[in-house]
């Protein structure tokens, strides 16, 4: 064989080769391409059908509209309103194209750049649908952005709801505020289903009513290609709306205490139903504005909310000195004790000296009773009554009226349980032993005692209705304990509504006797506090013979008296409340007073 016939030979034994290799390389490949997609499909079929799905179908929240808190009337105090919110769709918008959008959104919103900026990096999430970068715009805004929307693309306008207060400051630290959770809440409440930058009940019924106020989320699920645009609906869930709750509140009266209490700084008011404990009205000075919560709450506005008055606090659930109102509790241990009666009389002093001590008081009276001595508010003469029925027995009386405990209320986290300091508390937190002096001073209201305006108004209310002690609420519908008899004597009820009676007709609180109001009975009380200016507290009920309202107005710090300052706020409510009786109702035949019917 020539050399030229063996190259020839090679050549087509090789080329003979090729399509085996060539068949056996794509043989492979199948193979290879088969063993991965069983491995997608069979082993991880389920997760990558997840991502597949996570990467073209978005879910659109809508937010649930907040439930309504109505008056007892029905009558709107915390709504909701229409907003319109503008976001802007990553998909859409790159880094490039942010830099051109967000130049022109700050002069078409006239908004800083860098503000535009930071709601973009902070509104970056895993679901990469949409990031809101302007909440509640105003209507020229939304106008602007319609007009240039062209202009816009990636950017989208959408309704949203916003928490609303129709009468501003009125009754707000008792309808509380809403604001967005924080990343640490959202943490433990994304399993209860809230979302990021959800809104939430922060105090007041807000806050206490949250599960059933807030509602549920709702939404819409979009298939989206690769570019974020939207190709069809998927499915669609309505935002279930939460429940509206009607309050126990007046607005009239509630609106009468808010503007009784502008004639001090600070300061607190309750009204409610003796009979029920229905809370007619609470206020509380000074006050604050629960809509500025309901957008983005400025440096300025949260430094003013927590300046040294407190606007949050609600002064009416806090513990103050009751002063002389606490002469009420005097007079029901001494007649309970069963050391002194109905027909008990005791002199009474310009200055009473006891153990070397002696201790002013603003008149003497002579020989009085418990009626009289209520009326003229003798210190002289509840300086004996708490000698002698002793501290026992005192602050026995107390807790029988609920002071020292917490009434009942709904707010009972804003809440204090006020403070009794008795010979137990005394020698616990200052070691040392109780001592006449104590006893003495307690008698009348000073010394280691708080009482809140609450507890007060429960005080008051027990006198008005035979004995029983209400637990206040502000919703109306839900269960409420009945009010619980305490088992006071004929005769300690006789002598409390008496000397109430007299304090407003010949005593302290004579401005409450007007002819144009029914008969109203009640107590003055001017607590020292110093050095700083003396409280002012004034508690009463009318009509007198069937009492319908307790009211309890406190003036902290006014400098003061409870009959020239507190009394007055107290009189403003009751001719709101009352201003529908006829004249000829407040009087019988005989010129004494009635009921209304």
Known sequence: MTFASARRTARATGMGQQPVLLLLLIAVFLAAMGARLAWLQLAHGTENRILADENRVRLVPRSPMRGRLLDRRGRLMAGNRLTYNLYLLPKQVDDSRWQQLQQRLSGLLRLPLNHLNQQRLNGINPDGYRIELVADLKPEQVLRLKEQEVNLQGLQVDQDYRRS?????????????????????????????????????????????ESQLRGEWGGQQLEVNATGEVQRVLGDKKAKAGKDLILTLDLDLQRAADEALGTVAKGAIVALDPRTGAVRAMASRPNYDPNIFSRNINTAEWKALNRPEAPLLNRALQGFPPASTFKIVTTAAGIESGLMNAKSTLPTFNSFCYAGMCYGDHGSFGAIGFPLALAVSSNSFYYQVGLKVGEAELFKAARRFGYGSFSGIELKTEESPGLLGDAAWKRQVLNEPWTAVDTITSAIGQGALQVTPLQMARLYAAVANDGNLVTPHLVEGKHVPKPKPMGLKADTLKMLRQGLRRAVTEGTAKVLNDPNLPAVAGKTGTGEDPPRPDHAWFGGYAPAEKPQLVIVAFAENSGGYGGTVSAPMVKKLMEVFFKKMPQAAFTNSAGRPTTRQ
């Open 165 to 209: 207060y129709l009468n501003g400051v009125l009754g707000a630290h008792v309808l509380g505020y809403t604001s967005p959770i924080t990343d640490t809440e959202y943490k433990y409440l994304k399993d209860k289903g809230y979302r990021i930058q959800d809104r939430i009940g922060r105090i007041g019924i807000e806050a206490v009513y």
